[in-house]
């Protein structure tokens, strides 16, 4: 149950009504803090019925600012059933399924509905799994709910009055109630009782008796031959011990003794051995009757116990009031503070009570949703703010950029110039470079008895071919055929006299780039694997970081060549004939000594 913000408890009486509201707070003790306490007194008001006070109860709360609370209301004792039963250890769907068993054996044979409510109680006296059980027709609940829709106030629960008395008294006083010893609680009203016996700050007994304080009204009416109006007067204004009070009121105590004792002793009868046994330690009155002079201590001589009462605290009275004890307990229980807990609330009452007790929960949910969302629209605005002005500084400079794409081309196209003008100076550079490289490398590659008699860029190679020859489907190309010198210029052919002793323009862009070598030599001839030195020389070579792709040259790339190896075999002819292999390697290099412009572009 949902802890209200303002809980207050209705002990409705047959003559009177009492409300007790709570502090949202506690004191040092821990205790409840009574902010409210009030009663409507039927007879003073002229309420005759209770048709009529249904009528009254909505003003009078409103008077008292109660209207608004969370009210728990007291059931009356007699028309509830209460008992303990002692069940097999067990928890959950078991402990429901015996305690619904149990239900039905109470309710007997009635064919009306009923609502039941258990609550798991201490072991104590030989019960092993005690268990509160609490019956009431639904009809009972259903005309209590009726009356307060009726009277526009907010019914929170229903509750055993019996059982407000016995959380009251635990609250109010925890020591007397921890007591081993058997207590009777006596709640005396108009025309009944309600007595329940406490013990370790729980309930071992409950019972109604149709006695009340009007029994003695109505033996003074009769001792004395007047009304029982004017009995009532002089009731509420006389004095006991004087004479013509003293017989009326030992006469009616005595009766009541005498129903005390035979509901004790039948609960004892059917009760554990240790219970039964056990005489009462206390006997502690509270109700409107509970103010009748010498009361609590007859009925405690009769009991041979003390007898006291007990109430609320309240400045204006003398000692406890004790009228307010049942509606404090119902008020502990709107509050969600009471020590035993125990609602006859249908689902209808408890639906509404947790509508009406979570509305301030969602309107504080929605000031919360409210103001995130103003805040988010307001983040929202300010971030369109922030990213308007990163535009439009963005728009600037891409404005300043467009303004600098045209110079940024031209800077580009000027570069391009420059870096084709400078790609053959380089490469002409580093060709001693890479030369002296490629020499290293193959004289890292070569084994015993091979040697290279040939070492040439592919262009000067095939620039050596005769013309009958190059003029083949495998001859370079013309500007590989004309390949200049050493120099990066050269003569115009004797065609053109005219222009011999003249420079001639070339175009960067036209001169190539060394990228391979041609490589020539011989290896010792072997019976078996003839090839295989040659093999392992270009598998050197192709391990070398400075070469890529190394193979044979192809024999029409060969035609045209055989000038490189004549002079050779005219030296070791008839000296060392048959005993070596000539061979013609290509090696491309693995990078070129650099990529211009118009050759990226190529790559690409």
């Not at 044979?109 to 109680?121: C, G, K, N, R, V």
Request: include cysteine; glycine fraction near 6%; charge should be negative.
């Amino acid at each position: 149950m949902l802890k209200a913000n303002r809980a207050a408890g209705l002990d409705i009486g047959q003559e009177t009504a009492k409300a007790v509201m709570l502090e949202r707070k506690t004191d040092r003790n821990g205790r409840s803090v009574i902010r409210t306490t009030c009663q409507l007194d039927c007879r003073e008001e002229g309420i005759l019925d209770a048709g009529e006070l249904r009528k009254h109860l909505h003003p009078w709360l409103q008077e008292h600012a109660l209207d608004k609370s969370e009210l728990t209301v007291g059931l009356p004792q007699y028309l509830c059933t209460t008992e303990i039963s002692d069940f097999p250890p067990g928890s959950g769907l078991e402990l429901e399924k015996m305690v619904d068993y149990e239900t039905r054996q109470l309710a007997g044979l009635s064919e009306a509905s009923f609502i039941q409510s258990h609550q798991l109680l201490k072991p104590a006296f030989g019960w092993k799994n005690p268990v509160l059980i609490g019956i009431c027709r639904e009809s009972v609940v259903d005309e209590q709910e009726a009356i307060f829709s009726s009277c526009q106030l907010n019914l929170a629960d229903l509750s055993l009055s019996g059982l407000a008395m016995v959380n009251a008294y635990v609250d109010l006083h925890p020591d007397l109630a921890a007591s081993e010893q058997l207590q009777l609680l006596l709640d005396i009203g108009a025309e009944s009782s309600t007595l329940v016996v406490v013990a370790r700050q729980q309930p071992l007994f409950f019972s109604a008796l149709m006695f009340g304080a009007k029994r003695y009204t109505q033996a003074l009416a009769k001792h004395m031959g007047i009304s029982e109006e004017d009995a009532e007067k002089a009731k509420r204004q006389g004095r006991w011990e004087e004479e013509a009070f003293a017989g009326p009121f030992q006469q009616t105590t005595h009766r009541l003794e005498a129903e005390i004792n035979n509901v004790l002793g039948e609960w004892r009868s059917h009760s554990p051995s240790q219970i039964a046994a056990a005489p009462i330690g206390l006997v502690a009155l509270s109700g409107g009757g509970a103010q009748l002079p010498g009361l609590a201590e007859s009925l405690g001589a009769a009991l041979s116990c003390p007898g006291r009462i007990i109430g609320i605290p309240r400045p204006e009275h003398d000692g406890p009031d004790p009228r307010f004890l049942t509606a404090y307990g119902l008020a502990l229980q709107a509050a969600g503070r009471a020590p035993i807990p125990l609602s006859l609330a249908s689902d209808s009452i408890r639906w509404h009570s947790r509508r009406r007790q979570r509305f301030a929960c969602l309107a504080a949910a929605l000031v919360c949703l409210f103001l995130f969302m103003s805040g988010l629209i307001t983040k929202s605005y300010l971030d369109l703010l922030e990213d308007r002005e990163n535009f439009r500084q963005q728009l600037a400079e891409l404005q300043h950029c467009r303004e600098l794409i045209p110079k940024l081309e031209e800077l580009k196209a000027e570069t391009r110039h420059r870096e084709t003008a400078l790609g053959p100076l380089i490469s002409k550079g580093n060709r001693a470079t890479r030369f002296l490289a490629a020499i290293s490398e193959l004289a890292a590659a070569r084994d015993q008895g091979d040697w290279f008699i040939y070492l040439a860029d592919a262009a000067a190679y095939h620039a050596g071919k005769s013309p009958v020859a190059a003029s083949g489907p495998s001859a370079p190309p013309a500007s590989a055929a004309k390949r200049p010198g050493s120099s990066l210029f050269f003569t115009q052919p004797e065609a053109e006299p005219a222009l011999q002793d003249s420079f001639h323009r070339i175009n960067c862009a036209d001169v190539p780039a060394m990228q391979s070598l041609i490589v020539a030599g011989y290896t010792p001839l072997r019976a078996t694997h003839p090839y295989k030195p040659v093999r392992e020389i270009v598998q050197k070579l192709n391990r070398s970081p400075e070469f890529e792709g190394v193979d044979l040259l192809p024999d029409s790339d060969q035609t045209g060549r055989e000038d490189i190896f004549l002079g050779w075999e005219a030296l070791l002819k008839g000296k060392v004939e048959g005993r070596f292999r000539a061979f013609t390697l290509k090696v491309p290099f693995e990078t070129a000594d650099i990529i211009l412009p118009s050759r990226q572009k190529e790559r690409k």
